[in-house]
């Protein structure tokens, strides 16, 4: 008995102090800032993003599949390198600035697999925010929704 009680309160302890994660598959898009200084030569800045989509969401991190760790010479885990995220959710778009933590690879060689990388984030505005956490309660009943579809009875 005395075991049971112990098991319930590490389980209702660890809810509290791991976010949940909810494994959702919504388009990203991921920018930087680039750092084109190289002595007293400046070069123009040209946007880099990488497109992929989330595996996981909570609401401290994400975790993301892309095609690449790096853009150019630049990766995207480490350095704490702030990424400009933006998602694609059903209730609208929502853009927050992560930084990368960890990542792994999931097929592939290093030239032609795919990356997980799991991201902390760091900031939102207030407005994602109330967007991302009312994805993150109701998610698979958005997705789930009723689609309006052309030719055919909704009744």
Do not use: H, W
């Not at 909570?58 to 095609?67: D, N």
């Not at 690449?68 to 702030?82: A, H, K, P, T």
């Amino acid at each position: 008995m005395i075991r049971e009680l112990f098991a319930n309160f590490n389980k209702s302890l660890a809810k509290r102090v791991v976010c949940s994660r909810f494994s959702y598959q919504v388009p990203i898009k991921l920018t930087f800032e680039q750092n084109n200084k190289t002595g007293k030569l400046q070069m123009p800045r040209v946007p880099l993003y990488i497109n992929g989509e989330t595996k996981d969401l909570s609401q401290s991190g994400i975790g993301f599949l892309v095609s690449s760790i790096r853009l150019q010479e630049n990766y995207l885990v480490g350095e704490d390198r702030v990424l400009n995220a933006e998602l694609d959710l059903p209730n609208g778009k929502i853009s927050m600035k992560v930084v990368g933590r960890r990542y792994e690879q999931v097929d592939g060689t290093a030239s032609s697999g795919k990356f997980i990388i799991g991201a902390k984030i760091v900031q939102i505005s207030d407005e994602c925010k109330e967007f991302y956490e009312d994805f993150l309660r109701n998610g698979s009943k958005l997705s789930q929704s009723k689609v309006l579809k052309f030719g055919v009875d909704q009744s």
